[in-house]
């Protein structure tokens, strides 16, 4: 009996992508990244009204699947007792893919565009070199 299939095989990065965004927090930090430029991970964990571990630990799954780029200020410029600074950007291939997952899902009641309750409008993109 033949079990083939036409579908595209699912692979663990496939599997691991489809997991990430059945999450609210994913899909608004996709949309907050996608309006361009770099964002700092403290400010996007400010900007949904998330923890901060949240936040951090969501844009880590990004980076590893190559979805967003990521940049650290070592030196924070008005406090150096305080942690390095991360910046996160999507790189063109999560670009590409949130455009094309942006065309082909149709709203649904559950797909409110506002942050999470208690989130705010974050602050202007800041524009600058994101590294991988």
């Not at 949904?48 to 070592?74: I, M, S, Y």
Request: glycine share 8%; aromatic share 4%.
């Amino acid at each position: 009996m033949n079990t083939s299939s036409n579908a595209e095989p699912v692979t663990p990065t496939t599997a691991t992508l489809i997991t990430m965004l059945s999450t609210p927090l994913t899909r608004h930090i996709l949309r907050e990244l996608v309006k361009g430029g770099e964002q700092y991970a403290y400010g996007l964990h400010l900007s949904l009204g998330v923890t901060p571990g949240k936040a951090h630990n969501t844009l880590r799954d990004l980076h590893a699947q190559g979805l967003a780029a990521r940049r650290t200020e070592e030196e924070n410029a008005t406090d150096s007792s305080k942690p390095p600074r991360t910046f996160y950007a999507l790189t063109p291939e999560g670009l590409t893919f949130v455009r094309a997952l942006l065309q082909t899902t149709t709203p649904t009641p559950d797909s409110d565009p506002s942050p999470p309750a208690g989130g705010r409008s974050s602050s202007p993109p800041r524009k600058g070199p994101c590294s991988t």
